[in-house]
């Protein structure tokens, strides 16, 4: 989960900055995303 809130955090940082590494930080937005669905589908707890 920590992980996926790193992600999250360099994506909204990279949006912010600038679009140099645009395909890059999507891809990174897209893995944080896949690792919260497959912890609530899980039934883990999120925090």
């Known amino acids: ?3 996926a809130i790193i992600l ?3 994506w909204l ?3 912010v900055t600038a679009y ?3 395909g ?3 891809i990174l937005l897209i ?14 707890r999120i925090v």
Do not use: K, Y
């Open 1 to 3: 989960m920590t992980i």
């Open 8 to 10: 999250i955090i360099l």
């Open 13 to 15: 940082l990279g949006v």
């Open 20 to 22: 140099t590494l645009g």
């Open 24 to 26: 890059f930080i999507h």
């Open 31 to 44: 893995i944080a995303i896949v690792m919260i669905l497959i912890r609530l589908i899980r039934g883990e």
